[in-house]
């Protein structure tokens, strides 16, 4: 008996993401260099805000004790809250506040890897005798050359700097330890019982604290092949010395042990909701051990696919896509949910991908606002547990190209200039195309503060401190106070915005549980798709993905009425059987008669 349909809070929860940097900074607030940065009290002072747009949870990217070389997903203590952040108590004070609106906290679980400040990597590079040593991975030199120098134990490229080995040398004790992202951030060795254990303590402190659950960072990654095998060359060996060795570090040999002892010693005793991040896995089998409904590992992960779409093997990178190509993804993991008792996340945007409005639409002036909703209703229409990226609501696009390199601040992004500079320094044609690859995928995209209002800068930061992040010039008209306010014969982007999540709550049986066909599948531009409900309602669901005017065939009986479109403000005036006219990126949701 398949229990897809069955109701749970975490399944009609909306999810919407704090990147705690660029969130909001509470008055007087200012990092120890004087620069603006977003606080846990900023989070706090938006809860009413997150409220009134729809949200019942509230993740936040890391905000525990960190260096910060990585974002905070280099953590130094795991019990304790950055100073840039606020403290502990802020924290309880969040989750209460939380509490009074019927809302609840998610925090960023990173256990993959600690930062190299963590206390626990102090002690284990301290001597090879450390008890603490085997609690990260450490190995011997693959060879030494004649001037002594070490050669790191295989290939492995770093995954955010594919110049570097994903080794890192440590002197005093002569052994690499492994660092899959950066230097600053070793590897935990799982395989150790001890380290496993703590990872349960960590757990457990927070969900005793009211936290409502864990957003996993990387979580497929904890279990590495004990080989260490060679990676092959996908890479131009010529350029690049280290190749990347993901498939010998996703879904490990023994990933699915350990998620099975987090469930056993900490998940099965809490009514948690958990999301895996979980790259570069691809099979429908083995995403169901995580996510079937009797795995007893995780409700959910994040599948990559549809973020991938235009990713070779390296993220900064370009690959064409076609909308053919969008609608078999997303149609794909439906189905295979509803099919195999699994469970769907829902989402376009995180802090790791370009803005989707810039990336699947066409963000020019005219059309961002349109593209921006056709966004928002395919993703309040489809069935899983849907999340809100911070500044998704109110379509913030990508950074122009006019932007100084220099303006981005993410260590992905600075690594991989810093690569172009020197791989392709006398290349002017390669060098464009990496300004052109950051324009389109850099991290930052996503980072930039966060536009609250028309007041000096955006409202994120006190007007006298310089925003620790360059925020979008277009902040004066597009902001969310605008938005909210706004008052015309369309919706702004947030009131559409606002407009799905209340009616994907109010028919939760059909948006979040129904069923789910693709209909005119062969259309090159258009998604079509209907969602019926248990009960038998259904609702047809529009997008035209073009800059183009479609015409389309409405496939099923009658359209009893179109009840929106991301050109009007209530119900739409089109046609309800036969041929149907959409107007560039236009998108509509009609109810089926029965
Ligand atoms: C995840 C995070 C990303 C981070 C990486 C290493 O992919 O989302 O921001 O850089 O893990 O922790």
Redesign the pocket.
Known sequence: MSTYNTPKWWKESVIYQIYPSSFQAHPGAKNEQGVGWGTVKGITSRLDYLKSLGVDIVWTSPIYKSPQA??G?DIADYKDIDPIYGSVADVDELIAECKKRDMRLMMDL?V??TSNMHQWFLDSRSSKSNPKRDWYIWKDPKSRNEAGTPEPPNNWAQI?GEANSAWTYDTETGQYYLSV?TPD?PDLNWENPEVREAVWDVMSFWLDKGVAGFRM??INMISKVPTYPEAPIVLDPATHKYQPGTQFFVNGPKMHDYMHEMYEKVLSKYDTITVG?M?GVDSEDEILRTVGANAKELNMIFIFALVDIDKPNVRMALKDWDVKELKSIVSRWQNVMIERDGWNSVFIE???NPRSVSRYTDDSDEWRDKGAKLLSLMQTTLGGTIFVYQGEEIGIKNAPMEWDPREYKDI?TINYWNKCQTIYKDDPEKLKLGRKIIQMKA?DHARTPMQWSSAPNAGFCDADTKPWMRIMDDWKTVNAEAQVKYEGDELSTWQFWQRGLKDRKEHADVFVYGGFEEVNKDDENVFGYVRTSKEGEKWLVVLNFSGKEQKWMIPTKEVEFWACSNYTKGRADKAKSGELVLKPWEGALGKVSG
């Open positions: 990585d974002m997903y990173v993959n890897h955010l992202f951030q960072d990387v991040e790259p995180n802090h790791d992905e991290r």
